[in-house]
């Protein structure tokens, strides 16, 4: 009853604030007091089009013709249209005004809208869309297990075997199984043509094969006193760090392979990555360093000189991504006891911002489309963390990895990401979107009279 009296009350509530206010208007509309005097302005008035409907523009409306037929009455309000003789006013008040002035033409205006027009929200999964087992995998931080190639296959060393994962059928294949004494593997890294691969031993050797053909090229000796934890490649140049705290470039189409050596950490180096333009080396280690290697200033006979030697950072770097959009941006990822994540302007050797995520940072990856970098994480969510760039505004976390997500890699199309973890699970993400569609070639206007056979 209550619902229904307030429902009640509120309608005559409406009721009672409608009707006074009409009948305020109309009281005032009636009323000599409100009465004023409107004179035209005579300048702004239109006398042949007033004449015209004082006199004959009437005529048809009230007294249609005999002879009117639909198709002349449309012919009729057509051509008021077009002269503008739908007007109902004769008399004007006020000047008219002024026509105005376009600061933008159309054509760029439309542009412009189309520019600004927002794109549709991209939907990122909570949940990956395939997830495989990984037994076996080594839960050491300082190792790099998981690499995607340019052939898109996926390579990931789980203790001593090194397997390949096609992801365009889903087939897995055995690449090679080390022996005891060189294995386990720490570490895999695709050439960049997506057929040959590096393999790091814990024997401080570096594997050179042929996937095609499963094959072993080469072997790389005498680079390292210890374990290969990190690889990367520079075209024809592998670069391999090592437990040594020695960064190593390596020619593999020479015998005499070792051709540059970087020295500057004094414990394990665990991250390695090259910029787009193969022109500068960033390298992170257990030392809690960060050094940026500029090839200029490199030379074969002694150690090489850092470009930049990076301190800020309170644990041990070993995640690094140069940014696709800014090839002199590089972010880097701390461990348990700076869990933040730093960017640097590798010309100056600046750093731009730093953002403590509450974690240790494991592995970044940038969107190659987006401006958005993704991170992996330790303790105590295990999660992925989709970050909007520069502003670092989070995106979406995902969750599902049980323990530290130590490796990441992304799909040749850039869309798909690999995670793996110390839980012995892959999982795959879709978390940067689908391909984009390559749109198809505008089709050439077609010829006037083409149809016709021409006179030659």
Not at 256 to 264: C, D, L, S
Not at 408 to 422: E, R, Y
């Amino acid at each position: 009853m209550e619902t229904g009296m307030t429902h009640s009350t509120a309608s005559s509530n409406k009721t009672q604030l409608r009707c006074p206010l009409q009948e305020h208007l109309l009281q005032r509309r009636n009323s000599r007091e409100n009465l004023d005097r409107f004179i035209p302005n005579r300048s702004a008035i239109d006398f042949d089009y007033a004449h015209y409907m004082l006199t004959e523009g009437k005529k048809g409306k009230e007294n249609p013709s005999a002879n009117s037929s639909p198709s002349r009455e449309a012919y009729r309000k057509q051509l008021a249209e077009t002269f503008n003789m739908n007007r109902t006013r004769i008399l004007a008040f006020k000047n008219k005004p002024p026509t105005p002035v376009e600061a933008i033409p159309n054509d760029f205006s439309s542009a412009a809208h189309q520019v600004k027009a927002a794109k549709p929200r991209r939907h990122i999964p909570q949940t990956s869309e395939r997830t495989l087992d990984a037994p076996d995998i080594m839960d050491d931080y300082y190792l790099n297990l998981l690499d995607w190639g340019s052939s898109n296959v996926l390579s990931i060393a789980l203790g001593s075997t090194v397997y390949l994962w096609d992801a365009s059928d889903g087939n897995t294949s055995e690449l090679v199984t080390v022996d005891e004494e060189s294995g386990p593997v720490t570490s895999v890294k695709w050439a960049p043509d997506g057929k040959h691969i590096a393999i790091g031993l814990n024997n401080s050797e570096v594997q050179l094969w042929d996937s095609t053909a499963n094959r072993l090229l080469r072997t790389l000796r005498g680079g390292h006193a210890s374990r290969v934890g990190a690889l990367d490649w520079n075209n024809h140049v592998l670069t391999t760090g090592g437990m040594d705290g020695q960064i190593v470039n390596n020619d593999v189409r020479v015998r005499a392979h070792i051709v540059e050596t970087y020295r500057g950490h004094q414990q394990e180096v665990c991250g390695l990555k090259w910029s787009a333009s193969g022109q500068q080396l960033a390298s992170g280690g257990n030392d809690n360093l960060l050094h940026i290697w500029d090839r200029s200033v490199a030379s074969s006979n002694t150690p090489t000189q850092w470009l930049h030697r990076l301190e800020d950072h309170t644990a041990a770097v070993k995640a690094l991504a140069w940014c696709p959009f800014q090839g002199n941006l590089l972010a880097s990822g701390g461990g348990g006891g700076d869990r933040c994540i730093k960017f640097w302007n590798t010309h100056t050797g600046a750093c731009l911002n730093s953002v403590d995520t509450g974690s240790q940072v494991c592995a970044l990856l940038w969107n190659k489309n987006e401006r958005e970098l993704l991170s992996s994480h330790g303790f105590t969510q295990n999660q992925l963390t989709l970050w909007k760039y520069p502003s670092m505004v989070k995106i979406a976390e995902l969750t599902g990895h049980t323990s530290r997500v130590l490796f990441m890699a992304q799909s040749p199309d850039g869309c798909t990401v690999a995670s793996a973890a110390g839980d012995e699970t892959l999982r795959f993400w879709n978390v940067f979107g689908t391909p984009e569609v390559a749109k198809p070639a505008p089709k050439a206007a077609a010829e006037p009279f083409a149809h016709l056979n021409r006179i030659r």
